[in-house]
């Protein structure tokens, strides 16, 4: 089982950052690809980005790329999301997420937290 809990979240203006935290206990952490995903209120939950085990290897969806970036310190058993440029459209609840070795969805998910651009 792995717990994942999700820091950073808040109130920015356009043009403004943040950094969020998702810092996860149970099993080695390292064996876990990574994920941030977002929902607005009314709409779907989206991919934003992944990170994999070793941290080598990132994706990126089309609406913030060159804006956002991933990262992941297994010592500290977290994974990071910078978001610089930040525009209203960002505005959603921000989910961190595990994927177990050899599976094809995210297993584990953080409780989210609330991310508010103002224009």
């Known amino acids: 089982q792995v717990t994942l809990v999700e820091s950073g979240g808040g109130l920015v203006q356009a043009g403004g950052s943040l950094r969020l935290s998702c810092a996860a206990s149970?099993?080695?952490?390292?064996?876990?690809?990574m994920g941030w995903f977002r929902q607005a209120p009314g709409k779907e939950r989206l991919f934003v980005a992944a990170?994999?085990?070793?941290?080598?290897?990132?994706d990126y969806s089309d609406s913030v790329k060159g804006r956002f970036t991933i990262s992941r310190d297994n010592a500290k058993n977290t994974v990071y999301l910078q978001m610089n440029a930040l525009i209203p459209e960002d505005t959603a609840v921000y989910f961190c997420a595990g994927l177990t070795p050899l599976h094809t969805e995210y297993d584990y998910w953080g409780q989210g937290t609330q991310v508010t651009v103002s224009s």
């Open positions: 149970g099993r080695p952490f390292s064996r876990y690809r």
């Open positions: 990170i994999s085990g070793s941290g080598g290897s990132t």
